[in-house]
T-cell receptor
Framework: KNQVEQSPQSLIILEGKNCTLQ??????????LRWYKQDTGRGPVSLTIMTFSENTKSNGRYTATLDADTKQSSLHITASQLSDSASYICVVSAGNYGGSQGNLIFGKGTKLSVKP | GAVVSQHPSRVICKSGTSVKIECRSL??????MFWYRQFPKQSLMLMATSNEGSKATYEQGVEKDKFLINHASLTLSTLTVTSAHPEDSSFYIC??????????????FGQGTRLTVV
């Protein structure tokens, strides 16, 4: 069964600190992995997208890594800001479907709270 | 990045009435749009896939007669919740897919619609 599991479920950190969010998946065949940021009451916004051959990708203070062998990904946030408070969702796309969103498997997300 | 606009952002309706939610891709043509539902502290659940010019494809367990989807143009898809009941109260999100295959295609989400049925 295709699944995406994220940890921790929630996380509280102080402003300026770094943090790392984890994503483990059992999706086959694998096409790509995406990290989204979802503010409360808003739609998800894409942070990064990585294919099988990509190990790391950065977007400002966000750096995502992917280990396709162990089927693990992480999202590292550097020098956190209050505006980073949101849910971070890991989404894995099952392959062989031309990237169709009908085969996007969503994790439940990690709720990050950045405190002053 | 590409913009997907969803309207309204919030709606409160009486039980038994119908509510229409619009999803527009503002700067690209989306042959395929998707509708999701999200309950509190839950992940997004795909409800249906909306294809321009054809009938929507519904996920198992989603009533097509209750959640009417129309994708009349390459930039607009609508979701109508018919005869709404309190249990339909939820956060509905649309997504539009840019043209291309694999990672050359990207998914952009609307802002979401908070539906409350009273």
């Amino acid at each position: 069964k295709n699944q995406v599991e994220q940890s921790p479920q929630s996380l509280i950190i102080l402003e300026g600190k770094n943090c790392t969010l984890q994503c483990n998946y059992t999706v086959s065949p694998f096409s790509n992995l995406r990290w989204y940021k979802q503010d409360t009451g808003r739609g998800p916004v894409s942070l990064t997208i990585m294919t099988f051959s990509e190990n790391t990708k950065s977007n400002g203070r966000y750096t995502a890594t992917l280990d396709a062998d162990t089927k693990q990904s992480s999202l590292h946030i550097t020098a956190s800001q209050l505006s980073d408070s949101a849910s971070y969702i890991c989404v894995v796309s099952a392959g062989n479907y031309g990237g169709s969103q009908g085969n996007l498997i969503f994790g439940k997300g990690t709720k990050l709270s950045v405190k002053p | 990045g590409a913009v997907v606009s969803q309207h309204p952002s919030r709606v409160i309706c009486k039980s038994g009435t119908s509510v229409k939610i619009e999803c527009r891709s503002l700067d690209f043509q989306a042959t395929t749009m998707f509708w999701y539902r999200q309950f509190p502290k839950q992940s997004l659940m795909l409800m249906a896939t909306s294809n321009e010019g054809s009938k929507a494809t519904y996920e198992q367990g989603v009533e097509k007669d209750k959640f009417l989807i129309n994708h009349a143009s390459l930039t607009l898809s609508t979701l109508t919740v018919t005869s709404a009941h309190p249990e339909d109260s939820s956060f509905y999100i649309c997504s539009a897919q840019t043209p291309g295959q694999g990672t050359r295609t990207e998914a952009f989400f609307g802002q979401g619609t908070r539906l409350t049925v009273v």
